[in-house]
């Protein structure tokens, strides 16, 4: 896969698999990973006005969608969020019903979370905003990007 990394579109055969990045190009995938955030964000604020949640509660909500069964801890160490601020958001989106608790194994008060189908179906406008945009950007950008693209956001999340 290095291979195909320096490979233009169109391109067949071996290249070489050294990756040679200028800062120029460095700094414009950064400037490209921020438009995107914005991008993530404004989907947000559309989806915070058709949910009444708060943007905090929100992000929170969407995390627990994309990581399941963590528990409140990994999601506080996960979010960079306080105890005070997690025990908010979380009675909140409970209190709405949008989140379900599990045990967690061993220790019966550690609980896993979970998006509740309530929790879905308030979900389901931004998620499906997210998908369409997503799916838009990959087609546009061609299969072979697809691979590549999460590749790079693995390496990063790590």
């Known amino acids: ?3 195909e990394v320096n490979q233009k579109p169109g391109e067949t055969g071996r290249v070489d698999p050294r990756l040679f990045l200028r800062e120029e190009e460095l700094d414009n995938g950064i400037a490209l990973l921020l438009a995107s955030e914005r991008a993530i964000a404004a989907a947000l604020r559309r989806g915070q006005e058709e949910t009444g949640l708060n943007m905090p509660a929100l992000r929170l909500l969407i995390t627990i969608r994309y990581e399941p069964n963590r528990t ?15 025990a908010r958001l979380l009675g909140e989106l409970d209190k709405r019903e949008l989140i379900r608790k599990t045990p967690g194994g061993r220790d ?3 609980r896993r979370l979970s ?4 929790g879905e179906q308030v979900l389901n406008p931004v998620v499906s905003e997210l998908r369409s945009a997503m799916r838009e950007a990959f087609r546009e950008a061609g299969a072979t990007s697809v691979a590549g693209n999460r590749a790079v956001l693995e390496a ?3």
């Open 1 to 3: 896969m290095a291979s």
């Open 72 to 86: 409140v801890s990994e999601l506080r160490e996960l979010t960079g969020a306080t105890t005070p601020t997690m």
């Open 108 to 110: 019966a008060r550690r």
């Open 115 to 118: 998006v509740s189908e309530q």
């Open 156 to 158: 990063l999340t790590r």
